[in-house]
């Protein structure tokens, strides 16, 4: 396993302790996408296993913030949050500006790569500079190097509003492109 895999499980365990942290997405609990096994220090009872339905999800995510808890919610690849970006831009970011509430969501997304296996043009993409730009409360991060990653989520934690961090699983294995 690579460093950067490693720091993400380790800051994973470490975000699962929080008694108001809880995970939710696709591929959560169940294995299905390369973030789940970046999971496997995190309880059972803190995964939430999401259907393909990201504006509900993204929305679910938004609703629980707002109770108090501090959802980490897992996209694997930008393509899915797409489908979350009416919920994203027009609620969760802009729901500070409108009123006193102030939603604090942990937002992780997989940037992948075409290596080993090309998902192809429709799954491969980045979008983080365009969701960059539409945000106006939502803080985006982007995951560069293993040394970033605890500090980042820390901080995401830690921070009064959302934070979005994309991870780039071309640095899982160790091998860059």
Known sequence: MSDYFEALCRTMKMLAEHPKTIFIG????????????????????????????????????????????????????WSFVLCAAQQLVNHLDRIPLFSDYRPKVIIRIGAPHDQPLDAGPQHTDDFTAAFDMMFRTIQVERLLAAEQIQPAYERALQREGSTLLVEYTKFYSGKER
Not at 26 to 53: C, H, M, N, R
Request: charged share 20%; net charge negative.
């Open 26 to 77: 696709q591929g959560v609990k169940y294995a299905g996408t390369t973030l789940t096994d970046t999971l496997k220090d995190v309880s059972t009872e803190k995964l939430i296993e999401f259907p393909v339905a990201e504006d509900c999800q993204m929305g679910f995510c938004t609703g629980l913030s707002l109770d108090g808890w501090i959802p980490v919610c897992i996209f694997p690849r």
